[in-house]
């Protein structure tokens, strides 16, 4: 889908994947955490997640491509709203390099082309510290040719995510957001090599 598409579908309300609040795998991860950290948001949407993030102390850069996306997170975040950038996730000038400790993941792997889902292993590569976490929820299901979404056959991650990171936590979540009859969303953390 293109930039504009997405637009789109904030602008007209046609939004079916955002469940309006921060996941309850989330909250509880956040909870875990040290203090301070420094948190990445890609392909935000809304960016519900910012406002758990904050709450609990830490800093957050959330960025979505779509001007629509961009918008609608403002309204949504209030006094939050700051945190939220235009930027394209692939561009290399947006973001700081080795500068996160987590990178959060909802619902933005399964949405961009499969044959950037390198693209995209590579850039949190870049953009976490080491030992840096990318934590969140993971689509996986059958191969879906009209997605997005578009979800991750299991036996992909291991070549695409195990091949840069260490598998910390994976396990299927009760979570009600079934955008596919076949696919389940996983919570996992994945952690770089480096000391945590
Ligand atoms: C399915 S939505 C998920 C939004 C949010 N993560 C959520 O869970 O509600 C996918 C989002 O990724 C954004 N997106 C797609 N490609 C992007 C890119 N290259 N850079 C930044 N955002 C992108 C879209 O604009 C859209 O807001």
Same mark, same amino acid.
């Given at each position: 889908?293109?930039?504009?598409?997405?637009?789109?579908?904030?602008?007209?309300?046609?939004?079916?994947?955002? %469940?309006?609040?921060?996941?309850?795998?989330?909250?509880?991860? !956040?909870?875990?955490?040290?203090?301070? &950290?420094?948190?990445?948001?890609?392909?935000?949407?809304?960016?519900?997640?910012? %406002?758990?993030?904050? /709450?609990?102390?830490?800093?957050? +850069?959330?960025?979505?491509?779509? #001007?629509?996306?961009?918008?609608?997170?403002?309204?949504?975040? /209030?006094?939050?709203?700051?945190?939220?950038?235009?930027?394209?996730?692939?561009?290399?000038?947006?973001?700081?390099?080795?500068?996160?400790? !987590?990178?959060?993941?909802?619902?933005?792997?399964?949405? !961009?082309?499969?044959?950037?889902?390198?693209?995209?292993?590579?850039? +949190? #590569?870049?953009?976490?510290?080491?030992?840096?976490?990318?934590?969140?929820?993971?689509?996986?299901?059958?191969?879906?040719?009209?997605?997005?979404?578009?979800?991750?056959?299991?036996?992909?991650?291991?070549?695409?995510?195990?091949?840069?990171?260490?598998?910390?936590?994976?396990?299927?979540? /009760?979570?009600?957001?079934?955008?596919?009859?076949?696919?389940?969303?996983?919570?996992?953390?994945? &952690?770089?090599?480096?000391?945590?």
């Amino acid at each position: 889908m293109k930039r504009e598409e997405w637009t789109q579908r904030y602008r007209e309300g046609r939004t079916g994947w955002d %469940i309006g609040k921060s996941p309850l795998e989330l909250e509880a991860f !956040i909870a875990t955490l040290p203090p301070a &950290q420094c948190v990445l948001i890609p392909g935000c949407g809304r960016a519900h997640e910012v %406002i758990a993030f904050r /709450g609990a102390g830490h800093s957050v +850069i959330a960025v979505d491509y779509a #001007e629509g996306a961009v918008e609608a997170a403002r309204r949504n975040l /209030g006094d939050h709203a700051e945190c939220v950038h235009l930027a394209d996730f692939f561009d290399e000038t947006a973001l700081p390099a080795a500068a996160f400790d !987590i990178c959060y993941e909802r619902t933005f792997l399964c949405a !961009i082309p499969v044959d950037r889902r390198l693209d995209y292993v590579r850039r +949190i #590569e870049a953009l976490l510290r080491p030992g840096g976490r990318l934590a969140g929820l993971f689509l996986y299901g059958a191969p879906e040719p009209d997605g997005p979404p578009f979800p991750l056959l299991e036996h992909e991650r291991e070549a695409l995510l195990g091949a840069r990171f260490s598998l910390i936590e994976s396990r299927s979540t /009760g979570s009600d957001f079934k955008p596919l009859p076949e696919a389940h969303e996983f919570w996992e953390v994945w &952690q770089m090599p480096g000391p945590s």
